[in-house]
């Protein structure tokens, strides 16, 4: 279950300041050094049960579905994973069609007209569809993840994004 509070326990605190951080991540992964995003797919894909639920969707419909890893000096820290309904059509709808290999957060924190939802933090594991993914972007084979997601508003249409955490972020926080 995705949740808006934490426990803080020793598997997690490492990645409480990354997850509870409200700002732009991508700036905070900028700070570090060397930043780029590898675009792993964009098409139109399910959502996730979860997903479905928060966006008020019906699982079967087809969704804008981009998945990026970003990296900071050459590796990949993060797993993002971002869902847009198809209706309304809107600016978010051209914007990423051709966000290309451009951050999200680079549009998300630059543009006034974007609200930020609550954020809501999961340890993902294999029982969870995006965990097989980001295992596969960010490397390794850890047992579970961290992940946060927010879901952002621009006018009429809302965009739901999922981060997923590499250890090695962490470790250079």
């Known amino acids: 279950m995705w949740r808006d509070r934490l426990l803080h326990t020793a598997d997690n605190r490492p990645y ?10 991508t700036a905070r992964i900028q700070a570090r050094g060397d930043f780029a995003v590898r675009l792993l797919r964009q098409e139109l894909a399910l959502p996730t049960r979860d997903e479905a639920q928060v966006l008020g969707v019906d699982a079967h419909t087809l ?4 998945e990026v890893a970003l ?8 797993f993002a994973h971002t869902v847009l ?3 309304p059509r809107g600016p978010l709808t051209r914007w990423l069609a051709g966000i290309g290999t451009r951050s999200l957060g680079s549009l998300l924190f ?6 930020r939802g609550e954020i ?10 995006l965990f097989l993914p980001a295992r596969a972007a960010i490397g390794g084979e850890p047992k579970q993840l ?9 006018g009429r249409q809302s965009v739901l994004v999922t981060e997923v955490y590499s250890a090695a972020l962490c470790s250079g926080a």
Do not use: N, Q, T, Y
């Open 71 to 78: 990296l900071s000096k050459g590796e990949a820290v993060v």
């Open 16 to 25: 409480i300041p990354w997850l509870r951080d409200r700002g732009s991540l």
């Open 120 to 129: 809501d933090c999961k340890r993902l594991d294999a029982r969870h569809p």
């Open 110 to 115: 630059a543009h006034p007209g974007f609200a």
């Open 146 to 154: 961290w992940a946060r997601r927010s879901l952002f508003r621009f």
């Open 85 to 87: 309904p198809c209706r």
């Open 63 to 66: 969704l804008r579905v981009r």
